[in-house]
């Protein structure tokens, strides 16, 4: 690789300065986990050193990625000043102007957009935890200015399971791991260098006497270690846990009480799970039925147990059922905001949260109907937050509860369709902050011509990216350790985690928050931003708390409120029956099935004889980053998919070789990596990949060769039906060996 990162002599130089500052506490954001370090400065005020947290139950969660925040927050490709394109959209050619020059003109030229085609035809992206500071202030202009599409990555990501799991019982509940007695994992596969607080908190309850039980296709890493390993095929998940309540209604092995008093729609749910007998679900998930037998006794006996969120169910074709089975399951096994079970975090008292700095109630409901995927697949869209205002504002006392930023978005296949061919109407200018859009959702080709029909994109980011590379303007953003900044688990959890600015961000840098903040005055709604600096905004945030972000700073690390269990005996629960809802009263209304249900995706065909997965979350990097940074890309130079060696041996395939992968969307390039641990018949991709070194000699960087995204397309017949979710659980597949494609790392 072309490497602009550090020499090893400048690494030691770096690693060997003096410290002129005592260490202070941050909060990485270079995955989406929130880990709280502490960081240290050399004598001239550039970040030092990583630290561990000083409270040994935290000092283990750090990883490597965290521990290269120096590497990445100095890198000479860092983003500094504002730039604009002066070649055409995509040819990666710049003008540097000032940030107030880019923001004046980015405001005219939105104000033009939304004058000929109404302010629905501007889209934001963004997944804000690596932006940190932004606070709902993008949706505080767009519900200004009457724009309901705003999309994220929390749309394949915990934020659609958190409104999905609304619908049964009004809240996104966390598992209270420290306590549990068992603990399920549906492909979730946290590890040292991935998820480590998760993993950590997994192994402490093992060593308390947890039992663990993994499904997934492969030999995870969690697998090798859990009590049982069911081995399905991918994308039916959603069967398997009809299955196990086969087994848990059928041995009456449920909370019959909880069930009595608490639940409506056993009875209907009782005779849809009739449906699903084990042999029909062995033969759909390839696992054994005794294996299954055993697994739901196992869960639905312990003493307590939790299932812990899951991306798997949130990317495939029955998510909406999946995620609703997981709801169930605890409901039914009485581990619902239990101790040791799956518990809901009441909104934190002394925190103003961001679906109230939004102010949702400023956009009509006119304009909050246009919004891409209301009308189609309404379950996170604006229509399905409506529909719980009231049972909301009852129980949690906030009408637009928005857990993980996913509980009123758009919905981003609709939204680049309507981008691409103006169809149901024109999308013509699209922000993306923080989120490297075009390898981010499914069906990559899609999303490119999207952009490219556009009068106006608009990046922050901190690196020149693919996404950046297409815009008419990029903007440079600060990082974690150049702000203040309060992390609050995006409403899923109520700790508050104190990060504080331990370095002055350099040339043209600004915050999310700062980007909104002057975006807002220059388009005329400045009397609503009236907070100078995050600072301000933090103090309005903490104000109920009664203290500043200073006297926070000043006597805390962080903040939360005592645990509290089974609070639904005082208030019910916040949907509209007050019960948890079995059978959906809100699916049903809104014209979907009431009742969880398996979908099988596209099968595997003679021409396509493998079940890809696509998404595999490589340790070094986080998503679509850090591919550009030296120490962690020696790690993994290379993307790999992975095949079974009876697979390889069949097809001649050769471990380190190259092979092309197709499916009928596109296609990725990568090094094979034969592993036993793999299903057969299924194949293994990681999500993210464009090479960096590449700019200047291949298109976008290389955003074509390898990226996930090509993979899996989005057209109406391939989404889950009631949120619009991709299938990236089990898609067809074939391989060709090819060369090594040229100039890669
Ligand atoms: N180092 C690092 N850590 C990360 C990230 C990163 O990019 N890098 N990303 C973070 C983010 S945003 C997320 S969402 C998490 C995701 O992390 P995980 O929750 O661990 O998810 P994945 O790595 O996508 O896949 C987990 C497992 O699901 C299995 N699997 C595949 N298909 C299926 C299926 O259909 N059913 C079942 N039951 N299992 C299946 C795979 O074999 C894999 O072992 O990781 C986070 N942690
Ligand atoms: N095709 C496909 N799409 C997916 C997935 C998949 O597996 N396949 N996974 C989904 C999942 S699980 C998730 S969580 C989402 C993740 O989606 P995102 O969290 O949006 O992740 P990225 O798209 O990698 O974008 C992160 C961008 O933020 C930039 N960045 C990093 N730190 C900072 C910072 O401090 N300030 C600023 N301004 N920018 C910063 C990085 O350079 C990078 O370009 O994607 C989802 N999309
Ligand atoms: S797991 Fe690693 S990258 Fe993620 S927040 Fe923690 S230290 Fe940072
Ligand atoms: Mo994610």
Known sequence: MTDTDFTADELVAMASAPEASPAKHVVCSICDIGCQLRATTDGDGKLH??????????????????????????????????????????????????????????????KAVIAEHGPEAWAVSTSGWNTQTGYGMDRRLMN???????????????????????????WFPFPDVAATKCIVLFGHNPRKHS?????????????????????????????????????????????MALGWLKVIFDEELYDEDFVRDWCVGFEELRARVDEYPLERVEAITGVDRELIAEAARMYATAESACIPWTPVTDQQISSTSGIRLHSILRAVTGNLDAPGGDVFNAPNPGWIPEAELQLNDAISPEQRAKQLGYHTHPVYTYRTAEMLGDAMERVWGVRWA????????????????????????????????????????????????????????????????????????????????????IADSWGWGNRLNLSQQIVKPGGDIRSTFAFWRDLAHAMGHGEHYPWATVEDLLDHRLSPSGRTFAEFAATSISDSPPPAYRKYEQTGFATPSGKVELYSSILDDLGFYPLPYHREGPAPTADHPYAVFSGVREDPFFQTGQRNIGVLRRRSPVPLIFIHPDDAARDRFDDGQWVRLETEHGHVDAQLAIRDSILPGHLRVPHGWWYPELRGNAELAGAFISSDAVLCGDSDDLLDREQGTPHFKGYPGRLTPIDRPAGIA
């Open 144 to 170: 200004l200015v009457g724009s309901p599409n705003w999309i994220s990555g929390v749309s394949l990501c915990a934020g659609n399971t958190a409104a999905v799991n609304r619908l049964t019982y009004g």
């Open 402 to 485: 928005d857990q993980v930023m996913g509980c009123h978005m758009a919905n981003p296949s609709e939204l680049f369709r309507a981008m691409d061919t103006g169809d149901p109407y024109p999308v013509k200018a699209f922000f993306s902050l923080g989120n490297n859009t075009l390898l981010s959702y499914p069906n990559q080709h899609q999303i490119l011509r999207a952009l490219q029909n556009q009068d106006l994109i608009v990046v922050q980011d901190i690196f020149m990216t693919p996404t950046a590379m297409l815009a008419d303007y990029v903007l440079p953003g600060d990082v974690f350790t150049e702000r203040n900044h």
């Open 195 to 239: 998820w480590t607080p998760v993993y950590n908190g997994i192994n402490f309850a093992k060593m308390c006497g947890a039992k663990v039980i993994v499904l997934d296709p492969r030999v995870s890493e969690q697998a090798e270690g859990a009590d049982l390993h069911l081995q399905l095929r991918a994308g039916t998940d959603a069967a």
């Open 49 to 110: 050193k990583i630290l561990p947290h000083e409270d040994p139950f935290q000092a283990g969660n750090i990883c490597f990625k965290g521990t290269a925040a120096p590497q990445i927050h100095h890198h000479p490709d860092r983003l500094r000043t504002a730039l604009k394109r002066v070649g055409a959209r995509g040819e990666d050619r710049w003008e540097e102007i000032s940030h107030d020059q880019a923001i004046a003109e980015i405001a005219e030229r939105l």
